[in-house]
């Protein structure tokens, strides 16, 4: 079994910054890319950034320049520093472990709220 965990979410005014952990933990030999995404209520889930084991990343225009997304191989975790947050950011985020390699499948979070508001 594999588990992937969220954490640093909360509510921060525009201009901000907040900075996103996700581990991957159980039964686990290697991670292929790591990536987050996000969704609001009505819309699809988007890609906001994404990194490979060896660390190229890919990132949606509208955070290109504001957000920075890291991984930690040995701990299983990627990060995603947010600065210069703006409304238009708010979503519920969420983590992805690739793993189709190892386990024929990626795997979900259950996602972080994060609220950009004065």
């Known amino acids: 079994q594999v588990q992937v965990t969220e954490s640093g979410g909360g509510l921060v005014q525009p201009g901000g910054s907040l900075r996103l952990s996700c581990v991957a933990s159980?039964?686990?030999?290697?991670?292929?890319?790591m990536g987050w995404y996000r969704q609001v209520p009505g819309n699809q889930r988007e890609l906001v950034a994404a990194i490979t084991r060896g660390g190229s990343t890919n990132y949606a225009d509208s955070v290109k320049g504001r957000f920075t997304i890291s991984r930690d191989n040995v701990k299983n975790t990627v990060y995603l520093q947010m600065n210069s947050l703006k409304s238009e950011d708010t979503a519920v985020y969420y983590c992805?472990?690739?793993?189709?390699?190892?386990?024929?499948?990626?795997?979900w979070g259950k996602g972080t709220l994060v609220t950009v508001s004065s």
């Open positions: 159980g039964s686990i030999f290697s991670i292929n890319a």
């Open positions: 992805n472990a690739d793993l189709r390699s190892s386990h024929g499948r990626t795997y």
